[in-house]
Every structure is written in structure tokens, then in C-alpha cells.
């Protein structure tokens, strides 16, 4: 396995699938890049997709009534922008390279495809996005700071 499955393998959405899967899903997930300061989408735009940080850094931000709020930073190993794999709806935050950063990005129509193909896979995942969301609002629901979500 790759150093970029090998990462991707560990990101809880995708934690449940084998190496067998993980090389098929390998397939629909493209290598993005990212300058310092580069935006990776907008608060309010239409998510298309997810995002898995391969290799830098980067902050999600929300706007505030003065001035852009930070939410926190998305490290190496962490995923963001999950939901929009089950559904099409306006970002949550916006999210800005810190530096040079590279991820894997897997959009929605691929999944539809991929869970078509191999629908044990397909259910793999979106379990593994239902998962994610589900521990999300726990944490805000017993009060614990949220993570960085910026679907």
C-alpha cells in the first residue's frame, strides 16, 4: 500500500475498508494541490465533495459580524468536507491552505459510481460519513468543543 493509502486508510470514513477496497477507491480519488493561501472552497458554496489532507496544512474559517472567525486547523490524516459526499448543500466554513498542501479529493458522483460497482463498498463509506457526523454531534450535543468541520 502507498504512503497516500496509507494515510487515506486511517481517516475514519474510510477505516472500516480493506486493502482490497482501499485500492479500488484509489481509483477515484484525485490528487489536489494547494499554495499557501490558496482557497479550497468558500463558506456557502455548493459541496461537491470530500477532502483528505495528504501532506500540509490547513484553517477553516467562518464569517463573523466583524471579521472571519477561525474554527481550527485541518492537519496530515485529517478529512474535511465529508457531508457533501451524501448530499449537495452550501459549505459550513471556508478553508484556506496555511502552506503548500496536498489532498485527495473523492466527489459525489464518484461515489454514486463506486457504490453502483461495489455496493459493500459504497455502504462502507457513507456508514463511515454517517459515523463522523453522528460523533460530531455528540460532542456538541454533551457540550465538548467540535472539531473542525468544514462541510
Excluded at 477507491?25 to 489532507?53: C, N, T
Excluded at 463573523?64 to 459526499?85: D, R, S
Amino acid at each position: 500500500m502507498d504512503s497516500q493509502l496509507q494515510i487515506v486508510s486511517g481517516v475514519p470514513v474510510f477505516r472500516e475498508c480493506t486493502r482490497t477496497e482501499l485500492e479500488a477507491l484509489r481509483l477515484h480519488l484525485h490528487e489536489r494541490k494547494f499554495l499557501e493561501g490558496e482557497i479550497v472552497f468558500d463558506e456557502g458554496e455548493q459541496g461537491e465533495g470530500m477532502y483528505v489532507v495528504i501532506s500540509g496544512k490547513l484553517r477553516a474559517t467562518r464569517k463573523g459580524l466583524l471579521k472571519k472567525k477561525t474554527l481550527g486547523y485541518i492537519q496530515v490524516g485529517e478529512c474535511f468536507g465529508e457531508m457533501a459526499l451524501l448530499e449537495a448543500g452550501p459549505r459550513v466554513a471556508t478553508v484556506i491552505a496555511e502552506e503548500a498542501t496536498t489532498v485527495l479529493a473523492m466527489f459525489r458522483p464518484e461515489l454514486v459510481q463506486l457504490a453502483e460497482s461495489r455496493p459493500r463498498l459504497g455502504y462502507k463509506i457513507a456508514r463511515g460519513v454517517a459515523l463522523v457526523m453522528e460523533a460530531r454531534l455528540r460532542r456538541i450535543a454533551e457540550g465538548q468543543p467540535e472539531e473542525v468541520a468544514a462541510t
